[in-house]
């Protein structure tokens, strides 16, 4: 048989799992359970840690860095408006990251740890019926990217490659190894969000890639970058 022998973890037994996937580096599990918590059970040390309980909504919208070491997860607060936080994973310390004024939610890390993708209803315009006076709102949503630290420039801005005329361009070096870790700035990490260039719509999630973000809207799949 592939794999090897089945193991039974030691999970707390009085959890009731609906849920459950790997870290990217398969080392951790977090599942969630039918009383919405959110847990990540280390498979090595067999140690559990609790990341948050969803009192409004369920548990099962969050998602992995692609170093291992943040998730991001959305809770709704008593106005039943979703906001955005990061928790920690060597802290074990969730901080919001987004106002909850409106509904955030699909989040999505891209595979390189240096933007969080999601969902929100931010975008009012009211029309009015043919015969109705009163305003209706409809595609309220957006797809955004959110850069995880201060100096990750916006990717929406065009990079500026203009060179004095005369002056020879230096060679290029060798890339460095990649980061093993993925750099986070919480302060002011909400004020740093810009809408994608797709029209206000309804979409369904927003599942990072390298360098880009899928979503589904209007029964197809859709890609940026």
């Given at each position: 048989h592939?794999?090897?022998?089945?193991?039974a973890?030691?999970?707390?037994?009085?959890?009731?799992?609906?849920?459950?996937?790997?870290?990217?580096?398969?080392?951790?599990?977090?599942?969630?359970?039918?009383?919405?918590?959110?847990?990540?059970?280390?498979?090595?040390?067999?140690?559990?840690?609790?990341?948050?309980?969803?009192?409004?909504?369920?548990?099962?919208?969050?998602?992995?860095?692609?170093?291992?070491?943040?998730?991001?997860?959305?809770?709704?607060?008593?106005?039943?408006?979703?906001?955005?936080?990061?928790?920690?994973?060597?802290?074990?310390?969730?901080?919001r990251?987004?106002?909850?004024?409106y509904?955030?939610?699909?989040?999505?890390?891209?595979?390189?740890?240096?933007?969080?993708?999601?969902?929100?209803?931010?975008?009012?315009?009211?029309?009015?019926?043919?015969?109705?006076?009163?305003?209706?709102?409809?595609?309220?949503?957006?797809?955004y990217?959110?850069?995880?630290?201060?100096?990750?420039?916006?990717?929406?801005?065009?990079?500026?490659?203009?060179?004095?005329?005369?002056?020879?361009?230096?060679?290029?070096?060798?890339?460095?190894?990649?980061?093993?870790?993925?750099?986070?700035?919480?302060?002011?990490?909400?004020?740093?969000?810009?809408?994608?260039?797709?029209?206000?719509?309804?979409?369904?999630?927003?599942?990072?890639?390298?360098?880009?973000?899928?979503?589904?809207?209007?029964?197809?799949?859709?890609?940026?970058?």
């Amino acid at each position: 048989h592939m794999g090897g022998d089945a193991k039974a973890l030691k999970t707390d037994p009085s959890h009731r799992i609906n849920s459950f996937r790997y870290s990217p580096d398969s080392k951790k599990i977090s599942y969630t359970t039918v009383t919405q918590d959110l847990f990540v059970f280390d498979l090595e040390k067999e140690t559990t840690e609790k990341v948050f309980t969803s009192v409004y909504t369920n548990a099962m919208d969050y998602d992995w860095s692609p170093h291992n070491d943040w998730i991001a997860y959305t809770e709704a607060g008593p106005n039943l408006m979703g906001a955005i936080y990061l928790y920690s994973v060597a802290d074990k310390k969730s901080t919001r990251v987004t106002e909850g004024y409106y509904s955030d939610g699909g989040v999505g890390f891209d595979l390189n740890g240096k933007y969080l993708y999601f969902v929100s209803q931010r975008t009012f315009n009211p029309t009015p019926g043919d015969f109705e006076f009163w305003l209706q709102m409809s595609n309220s949503q957006r797809v955004y990217v959110m850069p995880l630290a201060t100096d990750t420039p916006n990717p929406l801005r065009p990079d500026v490659d203009e060179e004095p005329a005369g002056e020879k361009k230096p060679e290029a070096t060798p890339p460095a190894e990649g980061p093993k870790s993925t750099k986070v700035d919480l302060e002011g990490m909400g004020a740093r969000a810009v809408a994608l260039p797709w029209p206000p719509g309804s979409y369904q999630a927003a599942i990072g890639a390298n360098n880009g973000v899928f979503t589904i809207t209007g029964g197809a799949l859709k890609k940026f970058d």
